[in-house]
């Protein structure tokens, strides 16, 4: 197994199926991951960054969810080819999530240390004692007192779920760590120390980490690479300085155009938000699904599948006008 | 928590209070003439008068009343039977067991068939094993127990001559006055199980215990099971409650000697002391269930636990106060 074989995405392909329609969430998302790295998935609300997340887990909820196409490989091994038994050795062990909504991804009714403990007795044989003990020592990692073992989620803030969640996420070392907007519900001083600490565990283990986000900001502090998604498309791939530097995508220009500047500039006091909206997941338009709301579409964007070229060393695009702001 | 079944304890006095009186008084007001139940249509006026009399059923409704209160928790007394002059408080003592062994096997046989049913539906819903165990519930919820007693009855033991179609014995006198006491409940049980199954087992923490690696079995009943028993156990206290009122009916065609059958002969006799008797026996046995639903609730739900913390902690800061306003 080679290293850059960590975690290859192949022609991904997720439906959500119900008798009244078909959300076409994921739409043929192709990635490969090196060990260590940090990827962040961008993009808008029902982009399908939460799908891609939760196909490599393989937690989507079935029914409605389905995986119509498309191979995940986790170190070498094609998981949707894997048994139960396998996937859930692999699940909350070797690849974890970390919840995006704290206020509810902890049970209500299992003390906090129970929920961190329990994570923990499944992978290591069943040891309780043991995982008690790796229970505490989570909780202190993340900076909670061990003697709030004992205490049930609604005494807990926030913040302090949230770091619960990640010690969850954490507590078995996992190599591949998948955090859904692991800071969107927090406040901007919790987030801050959120990351830290996720940053600071994640290099301690050597963990190949998948961010979830719509906030620019905070893949700018804690990615190497960036993908950009479009429903349920990466229509941009690259790393970090590439993406940020030389934003090709008209969307991804949008984004940045999106972000509140502190710079002055003469005549520029404005948010430039994206006109139109994202397309209705149920019925995508031909060719490029961006082409409605992009300023450069020309006729051909209108038709066939879009190509994804490399643009420059490193830098993928799905566009037929790739657009260099500076 | 302790404080707070005392203080349910507490509060369980004026709801009686209040059961004694509204008894009393609808017994008061109904028409009908227990000398006349007593003595027949045929005695002369006189007899009737003078009985009215002794019986003290011509003073005024007040004076009754308090006489009443007074005789029930001042010496625990019930009175005796208009019509056979035995204690109720001793009648009503040889009927209660069977009433209490009748609700409390059926809540038992619905809760163990209902929450199963209920849990299975759930987590195939869509599939036939969700519709089949729904349809069952629509249908026991729509039939009425006395109904289905009868066709039971029918059934087993004048078709099938299998178990017995009445009275008292050995276990199998239980097996057919159980079912059709249970099915009721049981698909009361059913439906709530699997509605709240249904509202837990697509919240962020069942996505997050299956996040863990942990197999359906436990994500199912480890983690969704206790969320959703709530609503589930408040319906079986109901559930118990509504056997010991309906069981009125159930005993009364399986002839079972219980309070339920013993209040139907009552009401006909207008033996008003058993009536009120049985009634006030009834009324103890459901709030003793509600607290015990309550207790039990807090036990699954440590937020419901917590609030119970919370206003005890609150009671102790305002008696502390004053002390502290004093020193």
Redesign the interface.
Known sequence: MSEDKFLKVEDLNVHYITTEQDVFAVNGVSFEMTRGKTLGLVGETGAGKTTIA?AI?G?L?N?PAKVMGGKIYFEGRNIFELSEKD???????KI??I?Q?SM????????VGEQIA??VE??NGGDKAAAKQRAIEMLETVGIPAERYVE?P??FSGGMKQRV?IA?ALACEPSLLLADEPTTALDVTIQAQVLELMKELNEKNDTTTILITHDLGVVAEMCDEVAVIYAGQIIEHGSLEEIFDYPMHPYTNGLFGALPSMKEDENDDRLHPIAGLPPDPTHLPEGCYFSPRCPYVTEECRHGDIPVTEIRPGHQIKCLHPQEVK | MLRYVFRRLLMMIPVLLGVTIVIFTLMYIIPGDPAVAILGSQAEPWEYEALRETMGLNDPYIVRLLRYLAQVYTRFDLGTSYLSGVSITTELAGRIPHTLTLGFFSVIVSVFIGIPLGIQAATHA?TWRDWLPLTISLIGVSMPGFWLALMLVLAFSVKLGWLPAYGMGGLKYWVLPVLSGAFGGLANLAKQTRSSMLDVL????I?????????ERDVIY??AL??ALIPIITIMGSTFARMLGGGMLTETIFSIPGVGYYMVKSVNNRDYPAVQGSVLLLSIVFTFVMLLTDIVMAF????IK?QFASRAAKDQTKQAKPKGAAA
């Open positions: 939760r887990l937690i909820p029914p996937m859930l050795d692999i699940r909350g062990n974890t999530m919840f909504d509810t991804a902890l049970n209500p009714v299992i003390t329990e994570v499944l992978h049930y609604h005494q969640v969850i | 869509g697509y919240s962020d923490y996505v997050m215990a299956r996040a863990k690696g942990m197999p480890k983690h206790p969320n699954v739900d440590p937020r917590a």
